[in-house]
């Protein structure tokens, strides 16, 4: 029965990637977000540090990831429009498994997908805006999965989450880091119960640090691209 699941799930994952890369391939040159995103990811690629070579207002983990995409597959557009179409067809995967969860209906779950996706068709494209929607929903949906089941790797993980959607663009990813650390409060019934959750959410400050120093100080010692030449080397990948 869960293998049949699976493979209707894969099949779905298949046909929104599908979906979003045929609307983003339509999609005439000229945007001028997806133009500098390109560009700051490349600049990334060819070896420049974020606010000291490149002059960029948000946090780097986005150009960061494309910067890797771009070094291994070539330095051209059309990947960073697969990435769009990737992280369009999560957005929508991860929306459909939250209604899921939320009414145990899948026929419901699957309507309220498509008719986002519908609405979103027009506006796929990289951006730093939709890696922290992504991000805010996988927070979402493991907080509805974890309601009852909570451990400190569970509380750890929601931090570091929130840790990169900071990493990603810092004024939308405060408000979700601050959700984030206050959301454990919502669970305390007991007298008994405060002193767990306030454990809790010391848990999620610390993994909300992490991406902020690793991230950091990968960019401030210039190691991203090092990483990437040894990586592409132990795999025979010429870049």
Known sequence: MKRKILKKEYFLILFLFIFTLSKIMKNPLGDLDEIWNYNVARNIANGLIPYKDISTITTPLMPMINSIFLKIFGDELIVMRVLAAILGTSILYTIFKLFKKLTNEVNISLIITFSIGLLLQDIYCIDYNYLVLFITLIITYLELKNKKNNTKFKEMLQGVLAGLAICTKQSTGFFVAIAVIIYPLTRIKQKEEIKKNLKDISIRICGIAIPRN?????????????WIYK????????I
Do not use: P, Q, T
Not at 214 to 222: A, G, L, R, T, W
Not at 231 to 238: E, F, P, Q, T, V
């Open 214 to 226: 690793y991230i950091y100080d990968i960019f401030n010692n210039n190691r991203s691209m090092e």
């Open 231 to 238: 990586l592409c080397n132990k795999r025979n990948i010429n």
